[in-house]
């Protein structure tokens, strides 16, 4: 994580966006099995027992995160009346 934030912070433009981009999804990855995040088979978790998840909130810690879910039906409100552009 910290080699992410480090390389988003020398980043920039498009390049930057796409490293953001990447820690999303890894992170998502991470909230739903760290398996998920390392490739690994969901029988190894299984046995060990083990997730990530709390140690890597350790390692966000003193930074400043906002997460958020909705349901795939669920309309993206992009703040205009008109279809969203990007």
Same mark, same amino acid.
């Given at each position: #994580?910290?080699? %992410? #934030?480090?390389?988003?912070?020398?980043? *920039?433009?498009?390049?930057? *966006?796409?490293?953001?981009?990447?820690?999303?999804?890894?992170?998502?990855?991470?909230?739903? *099995?760290?398996? *998920?995040?390392?490739?690994?088979?969901?029988?190894?978790?299984?046995?060990?027992?083990? %997730?990530?998840?709390?140690?890597?909130?350790?390692?966000?810690?003193?930074?400043?995160?906002?997460?958020?879910?909705?349901?795939?039906?669920?309309?993206?409100?992009?703040?205009?009346?008109?279809?969203?552009?990007?």
């Amino acid at each position: #994580m910290r080699a %992410s #934030m480090a390389a988003i912070r020398a980043a *920039h433009g498009i390049r930057r *966006h796409g490293l953001v981009l990447k820690v999303l999804t890894a992170l998502k990855q991470i909230c739903n *099995h760290p398996a *998920h995040y390392l490739k690994e088979p969901a029988a190894t978790v299984r046995r060990t027992g083990r %997730s990530g998840k709390l140690d890597l909130l350790d390692e966000l810690d003193g930074y400043r995160l906002t997460a958020t879910t909705r349901p795939a039906t669920a309309p993206l409100d992009h703040g205009g009346g008109g279809p969203a552009r990007l």
